[in-house]
């Protein structure tokens, strides 16, 4: 079999699908189910059946696209990833997984390769929180990791509910229909960007991940007492921000102090009542993202994190609430999928180390219900979200070839 990835027509498509946004360039962005999602969908359908593809989608939007096997009744070997992209984006996140993924399979047809097991492309509905507020929706609903009931209660930031949404987008169906069904899928192999620094680092041109970090998420509010900031004397002092910022000290010590780099805390949103530069803060409330690669790890730090809210409330005469948004299990990849990346890498002469996703994509709620794994290719200086986000065409090149080697691995 002798594979050749035509690395000018994925750059090309990669180029053209970035233009297909709501931001101007070089920026990406394409919220799900908007009028830019759509569009990008239908050109994404074309170049599937340009390649022979048979394509059908679910009643959430996910979209399969199936080169059939010679034995098309057998679990099919699966790879893909998500469009949908942030604000202020880049052109490679997701992307790389679904073109890429796209084009790994048109190498395979072009080498004269035909497989037993049906190889089958997804493109996952909504991977980002943008517009429901909750990551990979599609993926939770194909795994049975959200129930449809939870799902048709998500309501995007102007009230309207998913339900709504997606079936002005052309998706109908009950949501009981997405999951599926137990042995539908042999295998999933997702490649993608590392939105990190560390292949770069070390110069290596591919990841094999082993393990897939989960985040909880948590909002905090803290209630104090205000008045004015030349009136009130520091000693009476119940200073809603001051207690919000003794909190979120004590979550970055207790996050580094778990003893692994695999542990992260990140406060990202913090809003303070009344905001006046004359006022002592009466009310704040602020977010919390805590992810580890092991469980019992991050429910160890979140310990640690509600011993340090109550002293502070006791200590600060404050009220602080903590609420539960989502929390998901990280997820350790199948040793079948990293030994057959780590074959296709030496076949191809290619160097490789085993990494830890600390971000969270479609593969962990792929891996409950399927072995399943994920390869990374470098980008310039792990970034990523942002519109400098970059992946060069030889990488690209590279992450597609050991892609497609080990999808023809698993489906032989």
């Not at 979140?302 to 609430?321: F, G, N, T």
């Not at 600390?358 to 593969?363: I, M």
């Amino acid at each position: 079999m002798n594979l050749e990835v035509d690395r000018g027509r994925l750059f090309n498509e990669i180029e053209k699908l970035a233009l297909i946004s709501d931001a101007e360039p070089p920026a990406v962005t394409r919220v799900v189910f908007s009028p830019t999602d759509g569009k990008a969908r239908v050109w994404f359908i074309g170049l599937c059946e340009q390649a022979g593809l048979a394509v059908r989608h679910d009643p959430v939007g996910n979209t399969f696209a199936r080169w059939s096997g010679t034995e098309p009744d057998v679990p099919a070997v699966g790879t893909g990833s998500h469009i949908d992209a942030i604000p202020n984006a880049g052109k490679y996140d997701g992307v790389v997984g679904v073109l890429g993924g796209l084009e790994a399979i048109r190498a395979l047809q072009r080498s004269g390769f035909r497989p037993k097991h049906s190889l089958e492309l997804l493109l996952f509905t909504s991977e980002e929180p943008t517009r429901f507020g909750i990551g990979c929706l599609g993926s939770r609903l194909l795994s049975g990791s959200m129930p449809a009931d939870a799902a048709r209660k998500l309501v995007d930031k102007e009230g309207a509910s998913l339900e709504e949404v997606r079936r002005n987008a052309g998706f109908a169906g009950a949501l009981e229909e997405v999951k599926l069904s137990h042995g539908y899928l042999k295998a999933f192999v997702e490649l993608h960007i590392e939105q990190g620094p560390l292949l770069e680092r070390h110069r290596v041109p591919i990841g094999i991940v082993t393990s897939i970090a989960a985040p909880a998420s948590f909002r905090f509010a803290v209630e104090g007492a205000g008045g004015h900031a030349g009136a009130m004397l520091m000693p009476e002092r119940r200073d809603a921000l001051c207690a919000a910022s003794e909190l979120i000290l004590a979550i970055e010590t207790a996050a580094k102090a778990s003893g692994a780099v695999d542990t992260v805390a990140t406060v990202g949103i913090c809003d303070v009542f009344p905001g006046a530069v004359n006022s002592i803060p009466s009310r704040v409330r602020f977010t919390l993202d805590l992810r580890d690669t092991s469980l019992e790890r991050r429910d160890a730090v979140l310990r640690v994190i509600q011993a340090a809210r109550e002293d502070i409330s006791a200590k600060r005469q404050v009220v602080i609430q903590e609420e539960l948004v989502n929390a998901d299990a990280p997820a350790q990849c199948a040793t079948e999928i990293t030994e057959a990346l780590s074959r296709a890498c030496t076949k191809h002469q290619l160097a490789s180390i085993p990494m830890v996703s600390r971000a969270y994509h479609d593969s962990l709620f792929m891996s409950r219900i399927v072995p399943a794994g994920m390869l990374f290719i470098p980008c310039r200086h792990g970034y990523s979200h942002r519109p400098d986000e970059y992946s060069s065409p030889e990488d690209i090149e590279r992450g597609v070839l050991v892609l497609a080697e080990t999808l023809a691995a698993l489906a032989s």
